[in-house]
């Protein structure tokens, strides 16, 4: 059972109350003749209620706690009164305000210092060094832990609260990414399907100059239909660019991107550029001391554009993210040509402090974006460390089965 902050504070006055009860019940206190046995117990009362304030009036407690504790003293001094005003003192630092710590450090060093002079001038130095002991112990030591503590429980919040900021940056980092990476395949799928929609215009345009030369009126239905093929076919081609203008402003390149003046002519990135984009990678890696392998098998044969653009970009991501994160040593790139499928698989020397995905930057973006290109297609997509080294596969079929569904 967990107690509340009121209870815990009522329990701890209970507990003090009782406990000086006790000793006063035994004679356990400093007693005279002149001052009744009850007038030894009024303080403890008085204390005990303060203790019920000591989270939620912290100043005011420490302040008239030390009235109590003065009067304490002169009634006949009961340890528990002096233990509950020690931990007054300790609630004080511990849910008072920042300066609380000082003053408490500046008004106990002081009383330790007046108390204990005031003994070596009428008493006995050792009775002096006695009296500064147990001042210590009354006024400075609740303080001193309290502050340590307190210093303590700042620094773990500090922590926290940047640990959420970290997490936060990260979070949005990653759905820049993840968006970028989506963006990227919008125009890419543009620049596939733009190819055949003019395709169509073209053909349509085509076959309407042929109806116009065999003098075939404008209400045939042949003319008509192919009106109608060649103006929607033009209507979405341009609504299309209209669309990818609005993405392509802005939009982030890899460390292994082709620019518009880059050495690949291609539009639509196809398999037969992984050989200018492993150039690209060696000359990236050299300094990390990383060598690029790439081995084929199979017949290539009639691959759709979609698949051939996932590829690429899988293998793109992989080799970037090779040049980032490997540790020193041969990066082995393998595309197997299936009869129903495509597998690419990159695997790169592991290095545990600098996982493609645990760096902060991107929060494992490109992994993200590799998955989602061949869940597109229906395919499979899997990236870790195995065997000592950083693997991705990815099992691309050449007919799409996932579009629909």
């Known amino acids: 059972m967990t107690l509340t902050p009121r209870r815990h504070d009522a329990l701890i006055a209970l507990a003090g109350l009782l406990g000086g009860l006790v000793l006063i019940a035994f004679g356990a206190y400093d007693r005279t003749d002149s001052v009744p046995r009850w007038a030894a117990a009024l303080p403890l009362f008085a ?12 100043v005011w407690t420490a302040t008239l706690g030390g009235l109590v504790l003065a009067a304490g003293l002169v009634a006949g001094s009961v340890l528990a009164t002096l233990v509950m005003y020690t931990d ?15 003053v408490l450090h500046l008004t106990g060093g002081a009383t330790t210092l007046v108390l204990s002079g005031l003994t070596a001038l009428y008493a006995e130095v050792p009775d002096a060094l006695l009296v500064a002991g147990f001042c210590g112990l ?65 053909h349509a345009t085509g076959a309407q100059s042929v109806a116009r030369r065999q003098d075939r009126p404008a209400d045939d239905p042949v003319v008509a239909a192919l009106a109608v093929v060649r103006e929607n076919s033009v209507q979405g081609l341009a609504e299309m660019r209209r669309m990818i203008g609005l993405l392509r ?22 398999l037969a550029a992984l050989d200018a984009l492993l150039d690209r990678a060696r000359a990236a890696g050299l300094e990390a001391g990383l060598a690029f392998e790439a081995v084929s098998s199979g017949e290539p044969g009639e691959l759709p554009a979609p698949l051939e653009l996932a590829a690429y970009r899988i293998v793109q991501e992989s080799l970037t993210n090779a040049v980032k994160h ?42 993200v974006g590799m998955g989602e290109r061949a869940e597109l297609l229906g395919g499979d997509f899997e990236a870790g460390p195995q065997d000592g080294r950083w693997r991705v596969r990815a099992v691309l079929p050449r007919e799409t089965k996932g579009a629909d569904g």
């Open 249 to 270: 402003r802005g939009a982030p390149a890899g460390p292994l991107a082709v620019g518009e003046s880059g050495e690949e002519s291609y539009a639509a990135p196809r």
């Open 326 to 367: 490997a540790a020193p040593g041969t990066v082995r790139l393998r595309v197997e040509y299936r009869p129903a499928d495509v597998v690419v698989a990159v695997d790169s020397p592991y290095r545990e402090d600098a996982v493609p995905g645990r760096a902060l930057h991107g929060a494992g973006a490109g992994l």
């Open 138 to 202: 009354i006024f400075l030591a609740p303080v001193w832990t309290a502050d340590l503590l307190r210093r303590h429980q700042d620094r773990a919040e500090a922590e926290r609260l940047r640990a959420e900021q970290t997490a936060l940056l990260a979070e949005m980092d990653r759905r820049a990414a993840v968006s970028a990476e989506r963006a990227r395949m919008a125009r890419e799928l543009h620049d596939v399907i733009a190819n055949h929609l003019s395709a169509i215009a073209i």
């Open 88 to 102: 007054l003192l300790y609630a004080a630092v511990l849910y008072g305000p920042p300066r609380m710590a000082k």
């Open 47 to 58: 204390m005990a209620g303060l203790e019920l304030f000591r989270r939620t009036r912290p």
